[in-house]
């Protein structure tokens, strides 16, 4: 059954009473023997309050494995940057040993004795086998699964060793496999196929099955130790991952990242006999991201890792299929492991704590004596250490979650605006508008093209694509509406076209992209062609094929054509290229323009337009090949004479464009590296505005939908703020005349020199597969001049006055 907590509403009529009858604090607050907190804006629009004491990790820690004593911990950094594993001393709350490793992903195992530690090598499909000696991690052995990438693609995810120890587990991602091994004479027992990619697996109690969550079907595998067989499959939430046992061992409770829950699993029947709701609200749409679990020692509570609402659940679980909601933690950003750990929760952070600068950006005339901070691999994580809430503290750490999240349950269906707005305030009332154009370019950061307008915030020292390469851009911003303020939700483009054609990144997605941006393996997943990146909320086309509108595609998640997703299929322009840096996007202008007037010819426009318009993207300093500055100049063109064409059509008076770019990874930004062009083009757009409200990819697909009449995809979308501050109800109908470009479009690369043979090591043909910071670089002095130095991007901390109730200070 789905439980319906009752406590759930007790704590959002504290949260009413709270903010209707008492004033709240705009200072540093202290609460008890939490200490003092503050509260931090993400340029996502979401807060963060971390209580406990903090240790700092590295880049993207993923999992936390205990010693049998509780005294040590071993914990793994997975991320863009430098991988490492890292040995803690709990008691003591410090880094004992930090090892540098190749590669890693997940998988820790750690024998009794705490003497031997067994983690995944990720691409080099392998277990490294470390020995402990004097709190030391010293590599030993390892335990080879194939060849390393690209001629093996295993990559080892979660580990389990047999409760004697000769056995170790290994369950994969990439072949979809669980590999059996001898660990006395180091040999492969057995390797058994499986239905899907894995993430971890679990030894049951009495050590005859093994327990594998199938993190791309939505089940877990059960594995007979002692026939070496799979026996059956247990269907459970989407993207299963963490699991933890009852304290009997009678129950198995299995978090469900893209259920936002966590499923109750009876040993004995073999089947969910209760699912417990982890996010803040019972019914809420995808998006708070239930990844890892853990049970306190005396098997009455259960804590569940929400990564994207940056909180923990707790449950009362001491009554079996009885679960009761006890109230929410706030932690970090992006919590991705929790344990318990004598009356402490011990809670990985996996992106940190607040968005920072980065004084130690790509520059190649600074010496490298500390690692460069490149946006992929910036946000260091950390493990709060956080005393185990009672009862009486949880309802206060609960408002501070609620306070903390913008999505609320109402949102779904009314959102704020204003009354005769173009912009719907409630799904499903309607608007003037009638056809959106929805343009996605790729990975500029605003200040790179709008840092020399004196209109908005920007810095002319960082912009590399000013007026005279980018004309359109700059008038089109001038005569309908600046943005200033605008964040892109995603790091790179990865995860980037997730946030901007869903609102959402999963699990799969967020958990892997930072393994091949590291140049460690794996191949580009994130656009379709694997069904575990999709979001399980869906894509904007499908939500249109849901309420039956009618929509189309201009190469993006498409080429010519050609998709890997279901619902756009039928609804695709045959003659339009996808990501292709070889086609000039004004020929991908004039193919749209032929679509376009083709079905306007026979009243056949579609309500919903998505277009890639990407060679703003740049190939870097190839000789022969486009300039940087020719490739925007002709990506700004297209976008100049695509709102040209549809201004003078008859559907003008009734369409909206919004221009985008995927993510904002490759550039510096004087405010925060996430912040990014974006343009609002339509007749009831605001003329002549600046807008400083703070908007984020999510607000333009919110604001979509409201004009369309769709409901959320996730929890993100649910939450922004719609964009009605850009528009006006006194339409201005008067066409756009695009600027002609002032540099020619086929200017090319002439010097030939290392920066020039260094852009043929990129590999181009595919989004991102570039090293960025190199890249960036790259592109720089292709604009700038070779003896130009490269301006660090930065990360901002947005701090806000926190808002609940708490001791004052003495």
């Known amino acids: 059954m789905r439980h319906k907590y009752p406590l759930f509403f007790g704590f959002l009529v504290i949260i009413a009473l709270t903010s209707a009858c008492n004033k709240t604090k705009q200072a540093s607050l202290t609460l008890g023997r939490y200490g003092k907190v503050e509260k931090l804006l993400l340029p996502n629009g979401w807060s963060l309050t971390p209580l406990g004491k903090q240790i700092e990790l590295g880049d993207l820690p993923l999992n936390l494995v205990l010693s049998a004593d509780q005294t040590r911990a071993a914990i793994s950094n997975n991320g863009q940057s430098k991988h490492s594993l890292m040995w803690i001393d709990v008691p003591n709350q410090k880094v004992l040993h930090e090892l540098d490793i190749p590669k890693a992903w997940y998988g820790l195992a750690l024998t009794k004795d705490a003497k031997t530690l067994y983690a995944s090598a990720g691409y080099d499909n392998m277990i490294k086998v470390y020995s402990i000696e004097n709190d030391r991690l010293k590599l030993k052995d390892s335990l080879v699964l194939g060849n390393r990438w690209p001629r093996g693609a295993a990559s080892p995810a979660g580990l389990a060793l047999s409760a004697d120890e000769q056995h170790l587990y290994c369950v994969t991602k990439g072949d979809s496999a669980l590999y059996d ?118 098997g009455k509570t259960l804590a569940v890792a929400n990564a994207d609402n940056n909180c923990l659940a707790l449950f009362d679980v001491s009554e079996p299929r009885k679960s009761k909601s006890l109230g929410f933690v706030p932690t970090g950003w992006y919590p991705t492991s929790v344990r318990f750990s004598n009356n402490n929760l011990l809670v ?35 493990l709060s250490v956080i005393p185990v809430p009672t009862r009486e503290e949880l309802p206060a ?23 005769g707005n173009p912009i719907p305030r409630k799904v499903g009332e309607p608007s003037p508008i009638k056809y959106v154009f929805y343009i996605i370019k790729e990975n500029r950061t605003y200040d790179q093209v709008f840092g020399d307008m004196k209109e908005g915030n920007g ?26 303020n605008f964040y892109v939700d995603a790091e790179v483009s990865a ?155 008859k559907i003008w008076k009734e369409s909206a464009v919004f221009v985008v770019e995927d993510d904002a990874q490759n550039g510096p930004d004087h405010v925060d590296a996430h912040r990014s062009p974006c343009l609002v083009i339509s007749p009831y757009t605001k003329r002549k505005h600046i807008e400083h409200s703070m908007y984020s990819t999510s607000s333009v697909l919110r604001t979509m939908e409201l004009i369309l009449g769709l409901t959320p995809m996730s929890q993100y979308d649910a939450a922004a703020k719609p964009m009605y501050a850009c528009f006006t109800r006194t339409p201005d109908y008067a066409p756009y005349e695009a600027k002609a470009n002032q540099i020619s479009l086929t200017a090319r690369n002439t010097i030939d020199d290392y920066w020039s043979k260094l852009s043929y090591q990129f590999n181009l043909e595919k989004e991102d597969r570039a090293p960025d910071m190199a890249f960036t670089e790259v ?31 003495d």
Request: proline share 5%.
């Open 181 to 298: 091994f001898n660990v006395g004479n180091k040999t492969l027992f057995k390797k058994t196929k499986l239905k899907a990619p894995a993430y971890t697996c679990n030894l049951g109690p009495d050590g005859k099955k093994l327990y594998i969550t199938l993190w791309g079907a939505s089940s877990v595998g059960v594995y007979d130790t002692e026939t070496a067989q799979m026996e059956t499959e247990i269907a459970v939430g989407s993207h299963p991952n963490e699991m933890v046992f009852s304290k009997n061992g009678a129950l198995l409770f299995v978090a469900s990242a893209d259920d936002n829950a966590v499923s109750v699993i009876d040993l004995t029947e073999k089947r969910v006999v209760e699912t417990i709701v982890a996010s803040l609200y019972p019914d809420a749409p995808i998006g708070s991201t239930s990844n890892s679990i853990a049970i306190s020692e005396d």
């Open 348 to 382: 990985i952070n996996g992106k940190g704590l607040t968005s920072k600068a980065n004084p130690n950006g790509p520059n190649p005339y600074k010496a490298r004596t500390k690692e460069t901070e490149y946006i992929a691999g910036l946000f260091k994580g950390t």
């Open 397 to 419: 750490f609960t408002r501070l979650v609620y306070q903390n999240t913008p999505y609320e349950k109402n949102k779904e269906l009314v959102t704020e605006g204003e009354a």
């Open 459 to 484: 810095d002319p020292s960082l912009c590399l694509f000013p007026d005279t390469v980018s004309p359109n851009m700059h008038a089109l911003a001038r005569e309908f509406v600046l943005l200033d």
């Open 495 to 649: 995860d980037g076209h997730n946030w901007s054609t869903s609102a959402y990144a999963n699990d799969y997605v967020e958990k892997n992209w930072p393994t091949s941006y590291g140049g460690r393996g794996g191949t580009y997943d994130y656009e379709g062609s694997k069904s575990i990146a999709w979001s399980k909320g869906g894509f904007l086309w499908d939500k249109c094929k849901e309420a039956g509108l009618s929509y189309r595609s201009y190469g993006i998640w498409a080429d010519y054509g050609q998709t890997y997703m279901p619902n756009l299929k039928g609804h695709l322009c045959t003659t339009f290229a996808g990501y292709n840096l070889a086609i000039q996007d004004i020929l991908r202008f004039e193919r749209w323009k032929t679509d376009f007037d083709s079905l306007q010819a026979i009243n056949q426009v579609p309500r919903m337009n998505f277009v890639r318009f990407g060679n703003d993207h740049t190939a870097g300093a190839r000789v022969g090949v486009p300039s940087p500055a020719a490739m925007v100049a002709d990506n700004d063109l297209a976008v100049g004479r695509f709102v040209e064409h549809l201004s003078k059509s």
């Open 779 to 809: 592109i720089w002095k292709a604009v700038r001049g070779r003896n130009a130095v490269v301006p660090a991007p930065r990360r901002s901390a947005f701090v806000i006055p926190i808002e609940v109730e708490a001791e004052d200070e």
